[in-house]
C-alpha cells in the first residue's frame, strides 16, 4: 500500500457542485500539504497544516476549504467547483522534525475535471 | 521570500547524452533545495536534495546537482540520459526555520530520443 493515499484519482464533477479530495497517511509524519499542479505552472500550495489545530493558507487558497480530521487524514474540499479548478490535486506529508530539510512524500494525484 | 526559477520548459537530448536541466534559486537566506521527478501519471519522487553538508549531492538513478551560492543555481546533471529518464523535473526551495513549505519551480519536461 501507498504511504499516501489520495482518493478519488480522477473525478469529474459539473459546475457548483461540492467536492471533497481526501488523502491519508501512514507515513506518521505532522505536516501535510494540498497542491495543485496546472501545466506549465509547476505546483501551488493551497493549504498546509502542521498539526491537527493547526492549519495555514498558501498560496491560491481561494475556492477550496481543508478538514484535517486525524494526523494522518487531511481533505480539501472545493465548495462549488469551477471550471478554472480542473487540475491535478497532490496530497504532501513531512516529517515535523526536519525543520525544512526532509523531503515531501507525495501521492499519487486526484485529476478533477469540471465541467 | 524564496522563489526558483528553470530555464527551459522543455528539453530534449539524446540517449547517452548528458543531461543538464538549469535551476536558480533566490532566498534571503540559506535554503534548502530539491529536485524532484515526476514520471507520467504518478506523484512526484524526490532525486536529490541539498541542505549544506555538501555542495555536490548524488541522487538516484545517476543524478546529481552542485549547489553554487555565487551562482545562486542548482542544475541537476547526467552524464549519459537513459530512456527512462523520460519525465517531468521539478526543482524546489525551502528555506531553515521558516515555514518550510516548498517552493517549486514551473518544471522541465525532459525527452529522450532513442
Known amino acids: 500500500d501507498a504511504d499516501v493515499t489520495q482518493t478519488p484519482r480522477n473525478r469529474i464533477t459539473k459546475t457548483g457542485k461540492r467536492i471533497m479530495l481526501e488523502c491519508s497517511q501512514t507515513?506518521?509524519?505532522?505536516?501535510m500539504y494540498w497542491y495543485r499542479q496546472d501545466p506549465g505552472l509547476g505546483l501551488q500550495l493551497i493549504y498546509y497544516?502542521?498539526?491537527?489545530?493547526?492549519?495555514n493558507k498558501g498560496e491560491i487558497s481561494d475556492g477550496y476549504s481543508v478538514s484535517r480530521q486525524a494526523q494522518a487524514k487531511f481533505s480539501l474540499s472545493l465548495e462549488s467547483a469551477i471550471p478554472n479548478q480542473t487540475a491535478l490535486y497532490f496530497c504532501?506529508?513531512?516529517?515535523?522534525?526536519?525543520?525544512?530539510?526532509?523531503?515531501?512524500?507525495f501521492g499519487q494525484g486526484t485529476r478533477l475535471t469540471v465541467v | 521570500a524564496q522563489s526558483v526559477t528553470q530555464l527551459g520548459s522543455h528539453v530534449s537530448v539524446s540517449e547517452g547524452a548528458l543531461v543538464l536541466l538549469r535551476c536558480n534559486y533566490s532566498?534571503?537566506?540559506?535554503?534548502?533545495l530539491f529536485w524532484y521527478v515526476q514520471y507520467p501519471n504518478q506523484g512526484l519522487q524526490l532525486l536529490l536534495k541539498?541542505?549544506?553538508?555538501?555542495?555536490l549531492v548524488k541522487g538516484i538513478n545517476g543524478f546529481e546537482a552542485e549547489f553554487k551560492k555565487s551562482e545562486t543555481s542548482f542544475h541537476l546533471t547526467k552524464p549519459s540520459a537513459h530512456m527512462s529518464d523520460a519525465a517531468e523535473y521539478f526543482c524546489?526551495?525551502?528555506?531553515?526555520?521558516?515555514?518550510?513549505?516548498?517552493?517549486f519551480g514551473k518544471g522541465t519536461k525532459l525527452t529522450v530520443n532513442p
Open positions: 497544516s502542521f498539526d491537527v489545530k493547526d492549519i
Open positions: 532566498s534571503s537566506v540559506p535554503p534548502y
Open positions: 524546489a526551495v525551502s528555506v531553515k526555520g521558516g515555514s518550510e513549505k516548498l517552493v
Open positions: 507515513k506518521g509524519h505532522d505536516r
Open positions: 541539498y541542505t549544506s553538508a555538501a555542495t
Open positions: 504532501a506529508t513531512s516529517d515535523l522534525r526536519g525543520r525544512g530539510n526532509t523531503e515531501a512524500f
